[in-house]
Structures are given as C-alpha cells and as structure tokens.
T-cell receptor
Framework: AQRVTQPEKLLSVFKGAPVELKCNYSYSGSPELFWYVQYSRQRLQLLLRHISRESIKGFTADLNKGETSFHLKKPFAQEEDSAMYYCAPLVGGGNKLTFGTGTQLKVEL | EAQVTQNPRYLITVTGKKLTVTCSQNMNHEYMSWYRQDPGLGLRQIYYSMNVEVTDKGDVPEGYKVSRKEKRNFPLILESPSPNQTSLYFC?????????FGPGTRLTVT
C-alpha cells in the first residue's frame, strides 16, 4: 500500500545534540516531499520542501530515492525546535498532500 | 495579510445536531482541503476541492459534506455529528509550492 511512515511518535534529545526525524515513503513515481511543523498552540506551517534544497532554521532534508526516505536533520537542537513534525508527500499527480502520523520532538535543557 | 481563517475555533455540541465549520482564504487559491488531526493518527484528509464546484473525497469522508460555491470559501458540514467526529479540524489552501493552514477548530461531540 502507498503510504508515508514516521516511525517515531516521540523523540527526546538534549539541547545541542543532533536530531534526525525519520520519514519513509512508499509511493510510486517521484513524489514531491515536504516537512511541515506545528509549534505548540499554532497552526501547521511549511518547514521545507525537497525541491528547494534549502536549510530552514538549521534543518535540512535529503531525498534518498534508493531508500525512499526523506529524513529531517539538524546538527544542534535548540529548545525552540520542540514541536510536532510531519512528513508530507504530494501524490496523486500533485493533487493530494498526504501527511505522516507525525513525530513529537522534545528538546530538553 | 494572506491567511486562512476558520470559525468557530471551539465548538461543543450534541450528537445529531447539524453544524457547519466555515473556512475562508484570501489568497485566490484554487485548491482547498479539510483535515482532521487525531492523536497517533496524524492529519487525515477529509475532502478537497480543486476549484469552484469541484470537490472530491479524501481518506476519511464518511459523515462529512463540503461545498465550494465560491473560490474563497470551503465550508465543512456535519449533518448528524457523532462522538467519533470529536477532533481538531484544519482547513487549508495551497499553491503548488506550499499549503497554508487555518488555525484549527476543536470540535467536541457529546
């Protein structure tokens, strides 16, 4: 079945430690991939998209077509990074943005 | 300011009492959608609309209706709400590059 998987529901790290939020997808073709973030009591917002290859708030994500993964990484976690992160492939010919179940990142002091 | 708005933000209602959650965007986006967010299940798409008068089912459409009579508005209708529709609902509109979300509507059905 076509799906997107975020295996970790909760990831807890100390401030300054590296962070990797995992995302694997099993959609055919080459879907465009996004990471969205939801800070406490705020609406979801775009963090980054793989096409742009940019770094936002120190986060990067590399698309690995061989492993069908799009893991989100940051070398040094900050307290303000604590949030819920969703991996989201755009599928259905660009008609449908599908979300994973999300990973809650908690950065502890 | 470019934004997606939803009303109401919070609603507690009883089983079977019809309700409508409104959604409006001021960015002239053609594509709009509704999601529900539940713990452990992430965001699941309820319905989407690719343009005026064009709507289609998402992953969990049962118990919901939508309409798209004008580009800016995309209301979500629950004809006969049930407790399993207690959830946090998000409306969104998007371009090809980014999806913009509303602030969410927390619905409780008792």
């Amino acid at each position: 079945a076509q799906r997107v998987t975020q295996p970790e529901k909760l990831l807890s790290v100390f401030k300054g430690a590296p962070v990797e939020l995992k995302c694997n997808y099993s959609y055919s073709g080459s879907p465009e991939l996004f990471w969205y973030v939801q800070y406490s009591r705020q609406r979801l917002q775009l963090l980054l998209r793989h096409i742009s290859r940019e770094s936002i708030k120190g986060f990067t994500a590399d698309l690995n077509k061989g492993e069908t993964s799009f893991h989100l990484k940051k070398p040094f976690a900050q307290e303000e990074d604590s949030a819920m992160y969703y991996c989201a492939p755009l599928v259905g010919g660009g008609n449908k943005l599908t979300f994973g179940t999300g990973t809650q990142l908690k950065v502890e002091l | 300011e470019a934004q997606v708005t939803q009303n109401p933000r919070y609603l507690i209602t009883v089983t079977g009492k019809k309700l409508t959650v409104t959604c409006s965007q001021n960015m002239n986006h053609e594509y709009m959608s509704w999601y529900r967010q539940d713990p452990g299940l992430g965001l699941r798409q309820i319905y989407y609309s690719m343009n005026v008068e064009v709507t289609d089912k998402g992953d969990v459409p049962e118990g919901y209706k939508v309409s798209r009579k004008e580009k800016r508005n995309f209301p979500l209708i629950l004809e006969s709400p049930s407790p399993n529709q207690t959830s946090l609902y998000f409306c969104a509109s998007r371009t090809t590059d980014e999806q913009y979300f509303g602030p969410g509507t927390r619905l409780t059905v008792t």
